[in-house]
């Protein structure tokens, strides 16, 4: 049979033909831990069509562990395989999103996990978990993690890659462990890197076994907790199952269980709207009875007992075609990237060595350029330093005319300086000669200068004499002025400027001392004393001219030791000459001038005559003799002690002294 109509005709038929059979579809959002992906599914999809489309998405061959969940009213809900995608109470989503999670969890990881893939999602979904602190770790446990972390994300440490800082951007600790300690993210990273060391090695596959391996040891790992009451009213306890069977916490601790069901010692469960029962495999033992707050928590728990106690049964048994080719799969790849890793490690160790041969290669290459250009800087060195040399040499050599001419010129210089030398000495001994000379004369004024104040002292005592011979006398005349003139007892003292007291005096007994005795006293006393300056003018002359013949020579003399002997000779002679008496240095020290009149203040040092409280000596003159005006000598003696000699003029030509 022949169709036969118009070319529009066929195309409408045929685009109606297209249109019957496309299915109708709506979009997925898959969410893994670490990825997201989108589908298109048919409406009349059942949830095992979707999962299976996922599961070959990632190449996942162990489909028995996950499932899809979603959230829904804010309760946790996994996907049902038997029914329909869109019959089923999900999100009204565009597109809907689900979350593929390990629903069940293995006992044994290392036995169980055989897919690279299965055990990257549950090494992922784990370190979740621990981080969000659904699964409770302690601190130091956590530290081991993280570094089982960080060996399979970055590979083996390497200390010039891996700088101080490297972690900062990820999170391998929960916060309840950073909040416990009080550390820096500096000092964690420390830790962390302590332990990330010693990974050296491990490839990433082993590193997250071995860190599903610790994980699986905590007592929260794969436990899916569901409040739970004994009666209607009251949620007081947790019901947790996992891969072993159900337990009953309290709601305060979700470590060690309060009663635990194994899935072999479980007969049967049942489950009736609210309630959820628990029946042992032993009759006698009790029956378990528990509430939940919902129907669809009761139908969750019932789910997750099912396949918990299926694939407990399931290890249990022999393993199916299926398994078992994996296993034999995972076997080889296992082998395989073993002698892979091998190759590696012999390939990195020879690359190590590779370059450290290099690296020796380059050191030996710079340490050879340095010695060559060391080598060239001490040719250059050398080069310098024998035009240096020559230079020196050259100049060595003018030096050697230079201290040819000095030393001839040493020679006359030496020859000049024992000449001097010779005069030196003779002018030394001529010098001895001259001190020893002063050394005399200063003797001879020492013994001079003590004579002199022997006759000093002699001359002190004559006045001494002459004084008291006149007090004698003065007593005398008294006495006889009383016992002649009885009526002068009433009137004891008298002017010495009354005429009555000059008619007295004329009429009085004089002593007999003439002034010939006081003249050759004064006279004698100054002519010793004008010997004595002559004397000493001459020898100070002498003195003085010895001084510049010595200082003359001091600069010369130095030399031969004898400058501090000159400043000794000078010492001694400026000592003797001050060691002469006072009165004999200048003239100041006697005046006796005939000429010069008495002074007033001389003239009436007495109130009246006779005195009978005052000692005075008289000694007679004549009016005509130049000693009568006046006499006068001052500090006669030696040291400290002087005398006065006062010499008075009255009318009566008497002179007192």
Known sequence: MIWCGCPHQLKNMSIRGLKKKQPKTFKVRIITVDAEMEFSCEMKWKGKDLFDLVCRA???RE??????????????????????????????????????????????????????????????????????????????ATVLLASYAVQAKYGDYDPNFHEPGFLAHDELLPKRVLR?????????E???????????????????????KI?????????????????????????????KGIHIYSINNRFSPNKSFEWSSIRNISCSEKELTIKPLDKKAEVFKFFSSQLKVNKLIFQLCIGNHDLFMR???????????????????????????QRLAREKQLREEAERAKEELERRLFQLEDEARQANEALLR??????????????????????????????????RLE?????????????EQKMREAELIAVKLVKESDRRAKEAEHLKQDLHEAREAERKAKQKLLDITRLNYPHMAKYPQYSPGDSRDANFDKGSTKLDLKDIDLKRLSFEIERERLDYLEKSRKFEDRLKELKSEIHALKLEEKQAGLYSHWNEVLGSLDRSLGSAPSWMKTGDSLDVNPQRPFPAYLLNTASSWPCTNKIQHTVPVEKSSPQANSLAANSVGTGTRKQIIKVQQHDSDVIYI
């Open 58 to 60: 990632l190449g996942l």
């Open 63 to 140: 489909t028995w562990f996950f499932g899809l969940q979603y959230t829904i009213k804010g309760m946790c809900t996994w996907l049902k395989m038997d029914k329909k995608v869109l019959d089923q109470e999900i999100p009204k989503e565009d597109p809907i999103s689900f979350h593929f999670l390990a629903k069940f969890y293995p006992e044994k990881v290392e036995e169980e996990l055989l897919q690279e893939i299965t055990q990257h999602l549950f090494f992922l979904q784990v370190k979740k978990q621990i981080l969000d602190e659904e699964i409770y770790c302690s601190p130091e």
């Open 180 to 188: 416990q300690y009080q550390l820096t993210a500096e000092m964690w």
């Open 190 to 212: 420390e830790k962390i890197t302590a332990w990330y060391a010693e990974h050296r090695g491990i490839a990433r596959d082993e590193a997250e076994m071995n860190y599903l």
């Open 215 to 243: 994980a699986q040891d905590l007592e929260m790992y794969g436990v899916n907790y569901f409040p739970i009451a004994q009666n209607k009213n009251h949620t007081d306890l947790l019901l947790g199952v996992d891969a």
């Open 315 to 341: 290890r249990r048994k022999v393993d199916s075609i299926e398994i078992q080719q994996m296993k034999a799969q995972a076997r080889e790849e296992k082998a395989r990237k073993k002698m892979e890793n």
């Open 382 to 415: 050398s080069q310098e330093a024998a035009e240096l040399l020559a230079e020196k040499a050259q100049i060595a050599e003018e030096e050697a005319k230079l201290l040819a001419q000095n030393a001839a010129e040493a020679e006359q210089e030496r020859q």
């Open 419 to 431: 000449i001097t030398a010779l005069k030196s000495k003779e002018e030394k001994r001529l010098m």
